[in-house]
């Protein structure tokens, strides 16, 4: 049967739908100064955005940001960076940098919570109550403030991305690291049920599920013989990713191409969920 004609405008019939551009928009990056973070900003600013970086140590961001304006002054693309310290689990910290972002740049298009911390690897019945309490302030509690920051501000605009960096620990735990996985289930989580409560209002929240990523955070993993052999012997691409491998989610993400795609959870992981 032929589907009936709509008169609903579509926002697939807008030209920027086709554009993996990010021209003119604002986009907050947390943990910003290494790994997956520095990666999506260096190709969120060459898309043209004003990319604010974010990390704990404005030393480190420094360098990212003026390694970022040189690299962007050389192609003249449009796109730069600026460096604001945070500490993500922080609510007073988280605050300053929405405030700061809105009073210098008038607006937020897109948040990546992307800083992150696991600091206990071992068994759950043996965690230390501080590990539990310091993975859920930066991975769970500074995820969800930040997202209320931006939506708020994307809701009065009416428009915004929000991209939560998850785990495929969040789809499928694995021993020893139970409560960083707990937190990353629960970005999922947060980022289902902020893509229905926001959709009306034209914002949209996706996730990415990265697999096994080579950067410091990873490093117990990588390192460990027996046990980065066991993840690649469950990886059908047989290696673990590198850093650049995540982006063309970002920006497909935080771009118009995704006009249509919200609750999303994108996995990029060599196949190690399939
Ligand atoms: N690598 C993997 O295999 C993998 C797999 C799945 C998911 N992920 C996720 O990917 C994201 C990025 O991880 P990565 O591998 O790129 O790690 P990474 O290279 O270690 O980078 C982590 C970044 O977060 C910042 N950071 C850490 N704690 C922070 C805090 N409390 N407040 C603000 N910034 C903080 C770090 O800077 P400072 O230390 O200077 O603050 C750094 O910029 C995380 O959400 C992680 O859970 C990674």
Same mark, same amino acid.
């Given at each position: 049967?032929?589907?009936s004609p709509t008169t609903t405008s579509s926002p697939s019939e807008d030209p920027r739908a086709q554009e993996l551009s990010l021209a003119g928009k604002v986009a907050i990056v947390t943990g910003a100064s290494r790994g997956i973070g520095e990666a999506i900003a260096r190709a969120f600013a060459a898309h043209g955005a004003t990319v604010v970086l974010s990390s704990r140590t404005q030393e480190t961001l420094d360098a990212v940001a003026s390694s970022?304006? =040189? #690299?962007?002054?050389?192609? /003249? /693309? /449009? /796109?730069?960076?600026l460096a604001i310290a945070c500490h993500a689990g922080k609510p007073d910290a &988280? #605050? %300053? &940098?929405? %405030?700061?972002v809105e009073d210098e740049l008038g607006r937020i298009d897109v948040l990546v919570n992307n800083a992150a911390t696991n600091p206990y690897f071992g068994a759950a019945i043996e965690a230390p109550e501080w590990a539990f309490?310091?993975?859920? #302030?930066v991975n769970l509690k500074g995820y969800f403030l930040a997202c209320q920051l931006a939506a708020r501000r994307m809701v009065a605009r009416g428009s915004g991305s929000i991209i939560n960096i998850a785990s495929i620990l969040g789809i499928k735990p694995a021993p020893m690291q139970v409560i960083y996985a707990m937190t990353k289930a629960g970005v999922i989580s947060l980022t289902k049920g902020l893509a229905q409560e926001l959709g009306a209002k034209h914002v949209r929240v996706n996730a990415i599920a990265p697999g096994l990523i080579e950067t410091q955070f990873a490093s117990a993993l990588i390192d460990n013989e027996s046990m980065h052999r066991a993840h690649l012997r469950a990886t059908p691409l047989g290696r673990h990713g590198q850093p650049n491998e995540i982006v063309g989610a970002a920006l497909y993400l935080a771009? =118009?191409?995704?006009?249509f795609t919200t609750g999303a959870v994108m996995v990029c992981d060599g196949g190690f969920t399939a």
């Open positions: 049967m032929t589907p970022i304006n =040189e #690299e962007q002054a050389g192609v /003249g /693309g /449009g /796109g730069r960076a &988280l #605050e %300053a &940098l929405f %405030a700061r309490d310091k993975t859920v #302030e771009s =118009e191409m995704s006009s």
